[in-house]
């Protein structure tokens, strides 16, 4: 009898990234619309940073309410964020069962996942980053309340990785529960 | 295949109990199956709608664990396994075919049936090698760029047969292999997974509703309400067979 050896062997990364990559290029425009939210969220975010960051001459605006106001950027942020990806992971349990079928382990799928979110992380946030920010710093330029340069620069690798952080977080809680779920189960789920 | 000597058991279950939901609601979906399949054999699994075909397919593939009872697949208690070694064993051991297809919808034919071979260890180029070949003897070896979408129900499905055969599976899984496909094309499908079944000896497990199945059966299950209701050999089919012509 051909008795089965077990080893415990997992593809290459490439693997995970072509099937990542695959998944991006055909889905494009689906990719765009969340990256769209992610972006979004970030150049709102990016738009209050640059506004504390401002050299204050007229405070129109006491701290408690900047607080708020970057508070607030967070948190919406954070809900487009998860919504779009927690929905790009559960329209994908069909997927997700069947390369399970093929011999996935479970944390190739996460791999998956993951990269999928770096690379729209990064795509949505740095662009949203760039916008949000530019557009405070000429909306205060024309106020007359030019920003300082070097902290427009920070406040774009800040939202950025923000950005980047909460896509990849906001993807691999539902891609590590969906690949942990029996096979049979991901198969079922239409929705 | 046929001589009782040689039969050897690639598939064992005992006493298998799968129960889905708690109380009141609960369905016992399969209630005590203890079956042997055998090495090289084309079984097929026949019973009404919602008697457990699938549910004995999603157990013997390792797909979901049973309530109470075993599993084994080439002697090893598949409830014993880890999540890898599971992974393994669909990797290596079985092959998937589904009424839907289930193809990858984002990757090409030949990415579908290479995508098995790299989880295997496979380099890139002796995968597309062995792919091409594959999707040859499927028929489908000039239509191997082509996406799921742009592929015919029976094309699909037959990407669906050279995909399961990527590593050299011991056992072919399928559940309802024609459900979706016209009675010509379903023909085709239930031929080349017979000829798949005599010429590479791999054994085939096929969950159906299917008539057309039962000419080219060595053995047929008979489930009702979970159970095993029924085991008819490819003898005794002939017999009644001719019985029936006879009269
Ligand atoms: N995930 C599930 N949750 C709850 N009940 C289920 C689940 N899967 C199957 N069942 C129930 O288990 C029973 C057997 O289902 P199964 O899918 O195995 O039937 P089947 O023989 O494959 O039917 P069909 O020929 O229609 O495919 C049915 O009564 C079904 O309602
Ligand atoms: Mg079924």
Redesign the pocket.
Known sequence: MNQTQFKNLDPPLRVAWGQALASIRVRFLRMLITSLGVALGIAFFCSMQTLRLAPQKDSTQSPEQMQWLIGTSLVMCLVGVTNSMLMSVTERYREIGTIKCLGASDTFIVKVFFFEAILLGFIGSLSGAIIGTALMAITMLVLGNPPIFVSTLQVVVLGTSVGIVMTVLAAIAPAVQAARMPAA?AL?MDI | MSSVADKEVVVRTVDVVKQ??EGEAA?R?LNGVTCEIFNGEYLSIM?P????????FNMIGGLDKPNEGSVFVNSVDIAQLTAKELAFLRCHTIGYIFQTFNLITVRTALENVTLPMLFAGLTPDEAEERGMKLLTTVGLGHRFHHRPSELSGGQQQRVAIARSLANNPSIILAD?PTGNLDLKTGQEIIDLLRSLNQERGVTIIS?T?DHKMLDVSDRIFH?RDGVLALVETRDELDRSKATASGS
């Open positions: 189960a079922r | 889905y939901g369905v979906a019973g709608s919602g008697s457990g075909k699938s549910t004995l309802e969950a509703h489930i």
